[in-house]
């Protein structure tokens, strides 16, 4: 199993900037990608971001050039970097681990953009 620890969600104002953290436990050498995820109230869940273990990215068409996903190997943690937020942005992001026949979700953690 994998366990998800997301940190770094709040509020800004339009053209600000955050870091989502998620750190990861568990059976980590198995996982083969790990993403950022969002959901907006009254929307389906989307891939905002990914990294795999190769050290491959790939974003949403509406983040690319303002959000930078990485990762620190020695602390287990994926970050999401986000800059110039508008309200659009405004969602629940959720941490993704995703091994081979299974996936595990973070929790959660929100994120707000006022205008």
């Known amino acids: 199993q994998v366990q998800l620890v997301e940190s770094g969600g709040g509020l800004v104002q339009a053209g600000g900037s955050l870091r989502l953290s998620c750190a990861a436990s568990g059976s980590i050498f198995s996982i083969n990608a790990m993403g950022w995820y969002r959901q907006a109230p009254g929307k389906q869940r989307e891939l905002v971001a990914r990294?795999?273990?190769?050290?491959?990215?790939n974003y949403a068409d509406s983040v690319k050039g303002r959000f930078t996903i990485s990762r620190d190997n020695a602390k287990n943690t994926v970050y999401l970097h986000m800059n110039s937020l508008n309200p659009e942005d405004t969602a629940v992001y959720y941490c993704?681990?995703?091994?081979?026949?299974?996936?595990?979700w973070g929790q959660g953690t929100q994120v707000t953009v006022s205008s």
């Open positions: 993704n681990a995703n091994l081979i026949t299974i996936a595990y």
């Open positions: 990294i795999t273990s190769g050290g491959g990215t």
